[in-house]
């Protein structure tokens, strides 16, 4: 599916910053930054990401934080008062 027709659908660009710890050095974090279209607020692909890394990955997690924006909006203009003066 193209990025313009799941923006259609309703998904968002979201980022998540996944912070884990190092398998060799569990004591010392690491950051890994994951970005992909996703479903605000259930975050399906997110979640599965998420569900694979515990699986699959050694490094245990410690927190996500995630951004999420939709890139299609409806225009938004705003009306200043003011008054320029070109010399």
Not at 57 to 66: E, I, Q
């Amino acid at each position: 599916m193209s990025d313009l027709l799941r923006q259609m659908r309703g998904y968002r660009l979201t980022t998540a910053e996944i912070l884990y710890h190092q398998p060799d050095h569990p004591v010392l974090l690491q950051s890994f930054v994951w970005q992909e279209y996703d479903i605000a607020p259930r975050f399906p692909v997110l979640n599965r990401f998420l569900q694979f890394w515990v699986r699959e990955l050694d490094g245990k997690l410690h927190s996500v934080r995630v951004a999420a924006t939709g890139i299609i909006a409806p225009a938004e203009l705003k009306y200043y008062d003011g008054q320029f003066t070109l010399q």
